[in-house]
């Protein structure tokens, strides 16, 4: 059983940034993270592999980085040029492929309000 604790969520404004974490406690081939939005279904957002393979969704192509430190099984979401459509709550998720969630975290809010 992998357990993961997700860190970095809040209320920003449209056009700032924000940069989530997650610590997994062992290790794992993929890492990424899901969204869900009021009233709206769970989504992929982004993946990570261990050799660094990335998938992206479309909606936050060009706006949204992830990357890996393998050494301490940690995962990291930047997210840049955020908008309204972006609240939601973040999970942290990992699997044995790219953008499988095998398990998650407890989610955090992410909210972009003016």
């Known amino acids: 059983q992998v357990q993961l604790v997700e860190s970095g969520g809040g209320l920003v404004q449209p056009g700032g940034s924000l940069r989530l974490s997650c610590a997994a406690s062992?290790?794992?081939?993929?890492m990424g993270w899901y969204r869900q939005a009021p009233g709206k279904q769970r989504e992929l957002v982004a993946s990570i592999t261990k050799g660094g393979s990335t998938f992206f969704a479309n909606p936050v192509q060009g706006r949204f980085t992830i990357s890996r430190y393998n050494a301490n099984n940690t995962v990291y979401l930047q997210m840049n040029s955020l908008k309204p459509e972006d609240t939601a709550v973040y999970y942290c998720t990992a699997g044995a492929q790219l953008g499988l969630a095998n398990y998650w975290g407890r989610g955090t809010q992410v909210t972009v309000s003016s």
């Open positions: 062992g290790s794992i081939y993929a």
